[in-house]
């Protein structure tokens, strides 16, 4: 992180822009190549662009063959090199270009390092193919690591070898390996020992002439390498004016990161064209840092020297990048809801995958605890909702009746007849047992045996008058469960367990088994959905009431409505769930300051217009967030999460494990004090801001 660059900065968060870059080109006339090369480069430094990568041999083109000889196109080579180094001065962009150079009594197949009017190193071409279309052994011959020996290009003598690194002083995290076409088809690639040796942003510059599915073997390599290397992945592949003597080109470009596609552009342009995206560098270190195989695969590596080939060490070649100071926007892909996809196939995918996670999860326990009858509290909400469509699907896979699922409603002081005229319709319409059971009685006993001044008449609504019901509750269900065989299916969701919103103990914290336990929020309401798309044992009849849950404010119904009829909201109290669980995703996933969650949140839900939504959103739902909203509810969140809420986590049931970012769960994926507090968190945010440092509200 760049703490003297302005919050708006993407650079100032860990990003750093990424230019995969194809150009026309004119065969053997690398003066005219040079100027399509410096025609990108400036508007990649327009772009305030960090690396700018080329396809391979574009100084030249690499459908040259036997041309590469000729001395005119080699000293037009060396002329070439010069005259882009020379115009480099004045660009902030670190420019990697494909060039054949001399070298010793050989040619070699060059990606060339230059930045601020200087060469910083040579990295030459490490696998040659010479099978099918490719007879490169003809020409050039293949690189290897840094020796001690320097090459001689634009008159100055540089580093030359494929074991370079270069490392951005001033954007932490950004350092850069080059490889060439080929050298990413071999079981090995350079980038690979690269990455274990530190590099973060991988580029390969590429000839590719392309065949029918080469695309997608292109695509499936580069998402691998970036995904296996916990890297950024750059490719750029040579398109318009490579000689079509015997082949094609479709000069494609791609960048990913770990596994993700951040951007391509189309292929057979008709110009140049560029693929533009912010690196997350912050998430390539946090990646590595969690998955301590990676650096285990290095020492492992290291010691078998035979992989190594020698490169038992890369050379650092520092440099200074020099960012600009401005908001020059966020160039990636950004999910407003992290746990929902915007791509339709994607998301029913996921929400196939997390109804069947649960299902399974369930359904073995069932069968390893001697089938006992599942018994669920059901409130017309969203969550009871979705654990009931789950225990049904489990008790059709077990092949057991699903009258033997016993639900129950207990309404309470606050319970609307909506909410309980859903539940009960839902429980019919699938099939369970469902029974009544009034649980005022019970709380006025308690609440008049405690002494509470709502026993006598006066509007105390307070945490005890909410948790006597939740409580009564759910010793109601614990207690049904053992007159009945039966064992209580919990009901809670991912987002209320980080923000501590459930009643701790004997309350809807504590289940025989917790089913939405990994699912958050956001994510369930579209399973539901896609439960009703898919038909996954429901009619229709049991869709509209399940179309009428999802319709309903998401609501405790523990405190009666006010005189204007204003009814308890979840979300006025603790903040939008959407902005908490954009929140969760990068804390639990990512481990990220808080300023850049709010840097990323600011950028995803500034405009309701902008960008994609989830598929199935309803258009006059979609909204906006502004800066002060995100970091209110930011605040809020870090001090319930972490100086709050643990002590819950660490007392949870059993339940599986669904969303990719993580589980709560002290026996998965986070095991934290419950007695820590949020101070680094909120003094990181009120630091970046320029805020004084104060309580966030939102304690209870």
């Avoid at 005219?32 to 480069?41: G, Y």
């Avoid at 100055?156 to 070898?161: A, S, T």
């Avoid at 990048?321 to 915007?342: S, T």
């Avoid at 059901?378 to 699907?393: E, Q």
């Amino acid at each position: 992180m760049s703490t003297s660059l302005p919050f708006e900065s993407a650079y100032r968060h860990g990003f750093a822009r990424i230019a995969a870059c194809t150009i026309p080109i004119a065969i053997a006339d690398p003066a005219a190549n040079a100027q399509s090369v410096l025609a990108t480069a400036r508007e990649c430094d327009e772009d305030a662009v960090a690396v700018a990568v080329f396809p391979e041999l574009c100084l030249t083109g690499y459908s040259i063959e036997d041309l590469v000889m000729q001395d005119a196109v080699r000293d037009a080579v060396d002329d070439a090199v010069a005259q882009i180094v020379e115009a480099s001065a004045d660009l902030m962009p670190i420019l990697v270009v494909g060039a054949p150079l001399r070298h010793r009594s050989r040619l070699y197949n060059c990606a060339v390092v230059i930045h601020r009017g200087a060469v910083l190193g040579v990295a030459p071409k490490a696998h040659l193919p010479t099978y099918r279309e490719f007879y490169e052994r003809r020409w050039y011959a293949a690189g290897e690591p840094w020796s001690g020996e320097p090459i001689t290009v634009a008159g100055e003598q540089v580093v030359f070898g494929t074991n370079l690194l270069f490392d951005v002083q001033d954007v932490p995290g950004l350092v850069l390996h080059a490889e060439v076409c080929e050298d990413m088809w071999v079981p090995v690639p350079p980038s690979s020992l690269a990455a274990l040796n530190g590099a973060t942003v991988l580029v390969n510059l590429s000839g590719s002439p392309i065949t029918i599915a080469r695309a997608d073997d292109r695509r499936s390599l580069c998402q691998s390498q970036s995904l296996r290397c916990l890297a950024a992945y750059a490719y750029s592949a040579a398109g318009m004016g490579e000689s079509t003597n015997d082949v094609s080109w479709d000069g494609q470009t791609m960048i990913y990161e770990s596994g993700l596609l951040l951007a391509e552009t189309e292929r057979f342009p008709d110009g140049p064209r560029r693929s533009v995206a912010d690196v997350d560098l912050d998430r390539i270190r946090q990646d590595r840092i969690r998955q301590g195989t990676f650096d285990d695969n290095r020492l492992s590596t290291v010691r078998d020297r035979s992989v190594l080939s020698g490169q038992d060490s890369f050379l650092v070649i520092e440099t200074s990048l020099e960012p600009p100071a401005r908001d020059i926007g966020l160039a990636r892909p950004l999910d407003r809801f992290p746990f929902v996809p915007d791509d339709p196939a994607r998301l029913a995918q996921d929400c196939y995958e997390a109804f069947n996670i649960q299902v399974s999860g369930l359904e073995q326990r069932m069968r390893a605890i001697g089938m006992p009858r599942p018994v669920i509290g059901v409130s017309g909400g969203i969550d009871s909702t979705h654990a009931l469509l789950v225990i049904a699907r489990a008790m059709d896979r077990l092949g057991r009746p699903r009258s033997d699922i016993l639900a129950y409603t207990m309404p309470g002081f606050a319970t609307s007849d909506r909410t309980k005229s859903n539940a009960i319709a839902l429980s019919e319409a699938i099939g369970a047992t469902i029974e009544t059971i009034d649980i005022r009685p019970a709380a006025t006993e308690m609440l008049e045996r405690i002494g509470h001044p709502f026993a006598d008449g006066e509007p105390v609504h307070d945490v005890t008058f909410e948790n006597v019901q939740a409580g009564l509750r759910t010793d109601y269900l614990f207690r049904l469960a053992n007159q009945n065989g039966g064992f209580v299916v919990g009901t809670s969701d991912l987002s209320e367990l980080a923000l501590g919103w459930a009643t701790y103990g004997v309350g809807d914290h504590m289940s025989h088994y917790a089913v939405n336990a990994g699912v958050p929020k956001t994510l369930i309401q579209h399973v539901i959905r896609w439960v009703i798309a898919a038909g996954e044992g429901v009619d229709a009849a049991t869709a509209a009431v399940l179309q009428s849950v999802l319709d309903t404010e998401i609501s405790p119904e523990l405190v009666p409505p006010d005189a204007e009829g204003n009814v308890q909201s979840t979300e006025d109290l603790i903040g939008p769930y959407a902005l908490h669980d954009f929140t969760l995703w990068h804390v639990l996933r990512y481990g990220l300051r808080p300023s850049k969650i709010a840097f990323l949140a600011e950028h995803a839900w500034r405009d309701a217009e902008a960008g994609a939504w989830p598929p199935g959103f309803p258009a006059g739902d979609r909204y906006a967030y502004d800066r002060a909203t995100i970091v209110r509810w930011l605040r809020v969140f870090l001090q319930r999460y972490f100086a709050f809420a643990q002590f819950k986590r660490s007392a949870i049931p059993n339940g599986p494990k669904v969303a990719a970012a993580g589980s709560l769960s002290p026996r998965g994926d986070w095991r934290a004090p419950s007695d820590g507090n949020a101070r680094a968190w909120l003094a990181e945010l009120d630091a970046a801001l320029g805020a004084a440092p104060r309580d966030a509200a939102g304690s209870g």
